[in-house]
């Protein structure tokens, strides 16, 4: 059984700031058919929301008072946006389902003006989109760079020159202080510089929340998601798991969450290999992408660790430590990112892998 607060069947998500939000696509990018979930035998409790798990009758009571009982239980219920710390105004979006992706379409007319608060990845995809769209953007970002929590510098960077190039205006080190009604249904911005502007739409970005409560309530260990281990399954409760966004997976004594699309994958398979009893798989390294301005940016692994950076051309840098690769940030290059992906953790020769004209994969 999966039980969903939406009324939807289960769709991709980061279509909604893409080729939906412009209308390209009528329809989400649906997980899979409705022939294939019937054959799968798998029961849908759409727009009836669990609201409380009993541990020791192992139920989940969802939102119309029935119950469903489990023998194994998945928490995949992944974060809520993060709202804008000012009193609520009805021009004000958030970008998370496809409800909230039709909302903003209905108002992106041609001509508009669109203020986007949040330089992440879903602030910079829904600017770049509005962008192509015909409106004009404009992207503000309290910190002194884009894309401060999962990408390097310079590939920031990168991006932050593409959307330059196509118009999106980028204010660093700005915060939104205040909305206030205008006229013809705009609203007024107010910043921190003391700067106003008036648009007719505002989009925010800044981040989630994960979704705990259940897990909370059920007593299950909490610590900025529900904690897991490797095998994504509670200390609390060995029935229990949590995957995707809103799993907290204890590494070397502290939990971490990730949220991108292949953690989402990767973790829901080992939880279920662990349900099934099967044997572990190795897990991929985490990687994530990002389209934006005609552009497609692609990061594996972990950058940060990395005691040096090996510049290939100019769109792939390669991270290494101790000769390792333990990272690689690639634009608009897959081929040398799918190489990348199957490097990691070896030995590179820094002179073949910096340059462009020779294969990556020969440089290990």
Same mark, same amino acid.
Request: with cysteine; net charge negative; charged share 25%.
């Given at each position: ?84 710390p000012l009193p609520h105004h009805p021009a004000v979006h958030y970008l998370r389902t496809t409800d ?146 809103? *799993? &907290? !997976?204890?590494?070397? =004594?502290?939990?971490?969450?990730? +949220?991108?699309? #292949? ?5 829901? /398979? %080992? ?67 799918? *190489? &990348? !992906?199957?490097?990691? =953790?070896?030995?590179?020769?820094? +002179?073949?892998? #910096? ?5 990556? /994969? %020969?440089?290990?």
């Amino acid at each position: 059984m999966l039980i969903g607060e939406e009324e939807h069947a289960p769709y991709e998500r980061p279509n909604l700031s893409k080729g939906f939000l412009c209308g390209e696509e009528a329809e989400p990018v649906w997980l899979t058919s409705k022939e294939r979930w019937k054959a799968l035998e798998i029961v849908f409790q759409t727009a009836n929301p669990a609201v409380a798990i009993d541990r020791a009758k192992g139920e989940v009571q969802l939102s119309d008072g029935s119950v469903a009982p489990f023998d194994a239980l998945i928490l995949a219920t992944g974060g809520r946006v993060r709202p804008l710390p000012l009193p609520h105004h009805p021009a004000v979006h958030y970008l998370r389902t496809t409800d909230d992706a039709r909302a903003i379409a209905a108002k992106a007319k041609t001509g508009a003006r669109a203020l986007v608060v949040g330089g992440g990845v879903i602030g910079l995809e829904a600017a770049s989109t509005l962008k192509g769209m015909g409106l004009s953007a404009v992207v503000i970002e309290t910190n002194d760079r884009l894309l401060g929590r999962n990408i390097p510098a310079e590939a920031a960077q990168w991006l932050a020159d593409a959307h330059a190039r196509i118009g999106v205006e980028v204010r660093l080190g700005r915060a939104l202080v205040g909305l206030s009604d205008a006229n013809d249904g705009a609203v007024t911005a107010s910043f921190d510089d003391g700067i106003t502007q008036e648009f007719d739409l505002v989009i925010a970005g800044i981040g989630i929340i994960p979704n705990t409560g259940l897990a909370e309530g059920a007593g299950l260990s909490v610590d900025g998601g529900i904690v897991v281990s490797d095998d994504y399954r509670s200390p609390d409760d060995a029935r229990i798991f949590a995957i995707g966004d809103v *799993a &907290a !997976r204890l590494t070397e =004594g502290s939990a971490r969450r990730m +949220e991108t699309w #292949a953690h989402a994958q990767s973790s829901a /398979r %080992k939880a279920a290999l662990a349900i099934l009893e099967q044997p572990a798989e190795v897990e991929p390294t985490p990687w994530f992408w990002t389209d934006q301005c005609g552009h497609s940016l692609q990061i594996l692994g972990d950058p940060a660790s990395a005691d040096s950076v090996i510049a290939r051309g100019d769109g792939v840098r390669l991270y290494v430590r101790e000769g390792a690769l333990v990272g690689a940030v690639c634009l608009d290059m897959p081929r040398d990112f799918a *190489a &990348a !992906r199957r490097l990691v =953790g070896k030995v590179l020769n820094p +002179e073949l892998a #910096a340059d462009p004209a020779i294969d990556l /994969r %020969k440089s290990a």
